[in-house]
């Protein structure tokens, strides 16, 4: 386990992230910017380090880090600190910013017409109130851990490094599948409110392989554009998310209130629930994807002025408002058009055509466009505050872990993450991106939720053995039936009987924890209520949705996972066993 003081830190920060009169130099760089540590210091250290390699898993695999190393040593790596100018409202409009984007108009159409039918407003309260249970396993953590790692923080505190780094590398890999798919989107809404087709601004090249040789520099320069804001400033970056996340709201009620006018009650009331509860539950995980991207607002932590006050305040009242706007607009949708007529594609344009207001697709795409680039900055800075804090912890290299002195802002992970980004976008088709649409998310999700409990029920040299086994025991029992019943969801074909086992198994596993194991630790600020149950329902949600996830995204997610060992095994594991053992000693 990590300990130690600042001060082996603090030493370890100067050799990397610039001195301390302010100047950061972020073009010049060295070996040490990449490999610092004592491993990779020459050839011979590096075999001696492979040849400990098992010694090092041993230390490192479940080794698991302490709140004040967070907070206190982990910070001073970057030498410069973060500016605290966030507060409430700045983070309500962010979790706002970063969670209504396309989604609304991209996903109500096919699951109203395919899979719910009006109904479709149960399967955004139910998605809804899944995610909101996410948000507030969010919130307790970042409340007590204000830090711009987010969650790979909470794991590394509560499940270890290794399972951090895991979980850590696949979230960034999807903010980069993110990030290059929303610029790309941004292209194709601007073109539509230019009265253009979606790909007349992208550049054909012959010569490259199909999906990749529509080129679109539009994409590169939207992205480098909220490259230049998130580094400059966060408090610009805020003032420009709440502007343009509050006339994206306008929009979204003007689109709501105007197509109310065209409303037909006989569309809700003749056939509500066409395709029964399995149509609902199925469209709610469907629908669960336009929740997600509030995870990124809790890597501000770090810049929030009063976490303990303004963090509960802007994540959960940005999810509540976020829940019934979208209610209200897939009502509104509903009512406007039988659900058998409903565009899978382009709904809420379509619908308002077949209404005459043919003008109301620019209002559309304009809506879109606003959410879009609030999205993109907002995916920005959660990606450059995650990589940050990696960097901090050596498991990726130190230059990442920079903060500018004039602007408190990391800067150079901002722009390296710009880059990553603008590639992908440049070359590669939409229809790639989405399918490469990864279980990370949820899979983070869960280990949140799962890492809530731990926190709540086991702290080192307190817990007894027996109150950890049997807090092991119901934990697996947890995790096992709510991946006993998402199997049995997909497999099924509509049967109920599979229930009758795992859903009684999750229970009683849940009651036998709430009961027979004694809290060790009660949140000092602010703390999700009914622990166990509100964390443990999450994971069986976010387990259930994960079983609606194609093949093809678990294969991903294996191969990256796959691709991250290697790199853990080579570079990340004796990187940070260095610095582990630097700040332990010093």
Partial sequence: MENGSGSGSSSGGRSRGGSGNGVNKICICSKEDFLLEESFKNWGNYVHALASIKTRLKDRLLARSLDRLELEEMRARSENEMKKTLNWWDLIWFGIGAVMGAGIFVLTGEAARDLAGPAVVISYLISGVSALLSVLCYTEFAVEL?????????????L??????????????????????????????????????????????????????????????????????????????????????????????FILVVGLTKANPSNFTTEFTPFGLHGILKASAVLFFAYVGFDG?????????????????????????????????????????????????????????????????????????????????????????????????????????RINAKTGTPVTATIIMTVANSLVAFFTSLDVLANLLSISTLF?????????????????????????????????????????????????????????????????????????????????????????????????????????????????????????????IFVALHASYDAAKETEYS
Avoid at 146 to 158: H, I, K, M, N, T
Avoid at 302 to 328: A, F, H, Q, W
Avoid at 367 to 372: H, Q, R, T
């Fill in 146 to 158: 204000p830090v711009a790692g987010g969650s790979f923080a909470y794991l590394r505190v509560e």
């Fill in 160 to 253: 270890g490094d290794f399972m951090a780094y895991i979980a850590a590398g696949n979230i960034l890999f999807e903010y980069i599948v993110a990030g290059a798919s929303v610029a790309r989107s941004w292209t194709s809404y601007f073109a539509t409110l230019c009265n253009h087709s979606p790909n007349d601004f992208r550049i054909y090249a012959h010569s490259l392989a199909e999906n990749y040789n529509q080129l679109d520099p539009i994409a590169v320069f939207v992205s480098f554009v909220a490259c230049v804001g998130a580094a400059w400033s966060i408090k610009a970056s805020s003032r420009f998310n709440s502007i343009t996340s509050i006339i994206h709201l306008v929009v979204l009620v």
């Fill in 297 to 401: 607002v809790a890597t501000l932590g770090e810049e929030t002025k009063n976490p303990g006050r303004d963090i509960p305040i802007g994540l959960i009242g940005s999810m509540v408002i976020t829940i019934v706007t979208y209610c209200g607009l897939a009502a509104t949708l509903c009512l406007m058009q039988p659900y058998s007529q409903i565009d899978p594609d382009a709904s809420f344009s379509v619908a308002f055509q077949a209404a005459g207001m043919n003008w109301a697709k620019f209002i559309v795409a304009l809506g879109a466009l606003k959410g879009m680039s609030t999205v993109l900055l907002a995916n920005l800075l959660g990606q450059a505050r995650y990589f940050t804090h990696i960097g901090r912890t050596h498991m990726a290299p130190p230059i990442l872990a």
């Fill in 444 to 568: 983070i999700f869960s280990l949140v939720a799962l890492a809530l409990i731990v926190r709540r029920y086991y702290v080192t040299g307190e817990t007894s053995a027996t109150d950890r086994n049997k807090l092991i025991g119901f934990l697996t029992l947890i995790v096992g039936a709510s991946i006993a019943a998402a199997v049995y969801w997909v497999l099924s074909n509509g049967g109920w009987v599979g229930y009758v086992v795992t859903v009684p198994i999750w229970f009683f596993a849940t009651l036998g924890l709430q009961l027979t194991v004694k809290q060790a630790k009660k949140p000092k600020l602010w703390g999700v209520p009914l622990v166990p149950w509100l964390p443990s329902i999450s994971i069986a949600f976010n387990i259930f949705i994960l079983g609606s996830i194609d093949g093809e995204s678990f294969i991903r997610f294996s191969i990256w996972t796959l691709v991250l060992l290697v790199y853990y």
